[in-house]
């Protein structure tokens, strides 16, 4: 890892049994950082789950839906259903697959071949699951512009692209040797071109995911608050796997 991360990746662990030291150690803070954020992100999706039948969350996602309606025009339709294609769960894990493949490829390591492909699985795997255990209906057919036969929350488009983004995020940044902590504005030891490296990968992410996000409104595929919970259940999970597995190594791109 760089010598800017190294740093601040360090817990005072005097006090621990040995055997849970070396966990802690062998994960770092920036690793446990990224494991309770993920946690919290799929929590947060698990409690919306929950409350997406009450009355005041049908309103304001029909709301939401009700205003999609009004904006649609065939130009705009056409790269929507491009873009939500592109990003399909199967054609997502197709890209994660080609993805890691080069990524072991470049860094000459199976953990970071894998990790992308392995928040793709898993994040598949927990949408299924969520999508039985919630059953909850979609949009009415006559306003949906593309096929769906599974339930509707999560959104598993979103899911796939929160998981592709955020992974592919978390290991560019350890490329560079940036760390999730030390994007801080108030870190003096983190150059401002670190610091805009790192801001650019996350925004990078993000508006993948937002714009994946709102195709899914926009076809009428899935209500808002399908697509908030798939932006926390794969971003979870890719931050989970990603402080198991990433922390304390470096991509090395020549």
């Known amino acids: 890892m760089n010598s800017h991360d190294t740093h601040t990746d360090h817990i005072d662990t005097d006090y621990i049994h040995p055997k849970l030291r070396d966990l802690v150690h062998s994960v770092g803070l920036v690793g446990w950082t990224r494991i309770i954020v993920g946690n919290w992100a799929i929590l947060g999706a698990i409690i919306l789950g929950l409350f997406i039948h009450l ?20 130009a705009l339709t056409a790269f929507m ?26 860094s000459k390591s199976w953990r970071f071949g894998l990790f992308i492909p392995l928040v793709m699985a898993v994040s598949a795997v927990a ?16 306003q949906r512009l593309v096929v769906e036969l599974s339930h509707s929350f999560p959104s598993g488009h979103t899911t796939a692209a929160s998981a592709l983004a955020i992974s592919a995020a978390l290991l560019s940044l350890h490329a560079w040797g940036l760390s999730l902590i030390n994007v801080g ?3 003096s030891r983190l150059s401002w071109n670190r610091r805009g490296r790192a801001c650019l990968i996350w925004a990078l992410a993000i508006s993948l995911v937002a714009l994946v996000a709102t195709t899914r409104i926009y076809l ?17 999970i890719a931050l ?12 090395h791109t020549r």
């Not at 009355?55 to 065939?74: E, G, H, M, P």
């Not at 989970?240 to 991509?251: D, Q």
């Open 127 to 142: 949408t299924s699951l969520v999508k039985l255990g919630i059953e909850r209906v979609r949009p009415p057919i006559p």
């Open 240 to 251: 989970i796997l990603g402080g198991l597995l990433l922390t304390r190594h470096s991509v």
């Open 81 to 106: 259903k491009a873009v939500t294609h592109l990003f399909s769960p199967t054609v997502s894990v197709i890209e994660a697959v080609v993805l890691g493949l080069l990524i072991w490829a470049v």
């Open 55 to 74: 009355k005041s969350v049908a309103n304001f996602d029909q709301a939401i839906l009700n205003w999609v309606l009004t904006i649609r025009i065939d």
């Open 220 to 236: 009428a595929a899935h209500w808002t608050t399908d697509i908030i919970g798939g932006a926390l259940m794969g971003s979870g």
């Open 185 to 187: 504005i108030a870190d």
